[in-house]
């Protein structure tokens, strides 16, 4: 079973590591396509001044929906590879857990309510019968003569 832990936990940091390898990735191109674009720019800044500030921000902000896509996309497949291996070693997931605590309310819900209708019915029968129990007791057998 410790091998198996073992393997999870490599498999998890492994995924973490890629996750992170990606997004340094995406960033460190980013800034190079930055970088070359500023060098580029630099001749044309007298002539083309708002269009260099315009690009600059265009590059800063396509750089940070891609590093914050993959991300995501890490994070799902962290997500996802984790509820793959709970299920591997049978456990149950967040998912599984909702679930069965809705179906334990409901049935809690359901036992209150029985208990609610029991106890109504014990009432009910546990009444105490006066005026029946006065007649019968104020009649008597047939009288022997």
């Known amino acids: 079973m410790s091998e198996v832990i073992e393997h999870v ?12 390898g990606a997004v340094a990735e995406v960033e460190e191109g980013g800034r190079e396509i930055f970088g070359r674009l500023v060098e580029r720019g630099r001749p044309l800044e007298g002539k083309l001044e708002g269009t260099q500030k315009k690009l600059t921000e ?3 902000e396509k750089a940070s929906k891609a590093a914050r896509e ?21 456990l149950m997931t967040r998912e599984d857990v909702k679930i ?5 309310e409901t049935l809690s819900k359901k036992l209150d309510e029985y208990a609610v209708r029991r106890e109504a019915a014990a009432t009910k029968t546990t009444k105490p019968k006066t005026t029946k129990t006065v007649k019968a007791a104020g009649k008597s057998g047939p009288k022997k003569g």
């Open 9 to 20: 936990k490599a498999a998890g940091r492994n995924l973490w590591l890629a996750g992170l």
């Open 58 to 60: 265009a590059v800063d």
């Open 70 to 90: 993959l991300g995501k996309l890490v994070e799902e497949t962290v997500e996802f590879e984790s509820r793959g291996m709970l299920k591997k070693l049978n």
């Open 100 to 104: 069965l605590t809705a179906r334990l």
